[in-house]
């Protein structure tokens, strides 16, 4: 099962993998935790150049492609493979980050020849499930500035990340039988919780 966390910045995707992972593996079930960009020595490469507070003069096209180029070696190295083996794989962003911040965020490009990129990065693979941990813009930038993790990206003005968020809603609507949506704006606590019950409830659909 392919499992995928998607948000704006400061939904707390990153922080909840690894509870996740924990919760999973205590059940006895086999689970192995990626992320994008990076989870491949390739992609941590471009996570680098692609965060990098420095890189301001990065062009949309150029950040879409390398999203891309570290999509396809993750995909190839680890996912497939792990997916192969029969293990549950999560994944802290794929593919709809692109349509939510290169697609609905920067507002440039046609959505559906970004989703025919997309699915050539990815060989056409598509996630199982994908958890939507939605947050009030405004609040979600202020935790990721708090945190002391500000990239690239985080930088990116109000206005972009609105649309970044509007982005997913959309998506949501548009696929509901991947999507379920979990309000992050709650404790952290209540929204792993809610987490953990939405993939059980997956797991036990398809088991069944």
Same mark, same amino acid.
Do not use: K, P
């Given at each position: 099962m392919f499992i995928t966390l998607e948000g704006p910045e400061g939904s707390g995707k990153t922080s909840h993998i690894p509870p996740l992972v924990d919760f999973l593996l205590q059940r006895g079930l086999t689970v192995f935790p990626t992320r994008e960009p990076g989870g491949t020595s390739i992609g941590e490469q471009i996570r680098t150049i692609l965060h990098d507070l420095k890189n301001v003069e990065m062009n949309p096209r150029t950040e879409i492609l390398l999203f891309q180029a570290s999509r396809s070696q993750v995909v190839e190295e680890v996912i497939k493979p792990c997916l192969a083996a029969g293990e549950i794989v999560l994944c /802290?962003? $794929? +593919? /709809?980050?692109?349509?939510? $911040?290169?697609? $609905? +965020?920067?507002? =440039?490009? /046609? @959505? /559906?020849? @970004? +989703?025919? =990129?997309?699915?050539?990065a990815t060989g056409g693979l598509v996630p199982d499930l994908t958890i939507l941990l939605d947050v009030d813009v405004e609040v979600g930038l202020q935790r990721k500035n708090s945190s002391g993790e500000w990239n690239r990206l985080d930088a990116y003005r109000l206005e972009f990340h609105q649309r970044v968020r509007q982005g997913y809603l959309e998506m949501m609507k548009a696929e509901p039988g991947r999507w379920v949506l979990v309000d992050a704006g709650q404790s952290w606590e209540k929204v792993q919780e809610q987490i953990r019950g939405v993939i059980l409830e997956r797991l036990d659909r398809i088991h069944k």
């Open positions: /802290d962003r $794929y +593919g /709809d980050s692109t349509m939510a $911040y290169q697609g $609905y +965020g920067h507002a =440039l490009f /046609d @959505l /559906d020849e @970004l +989703g025919r =990129l997309i699915r050539f």
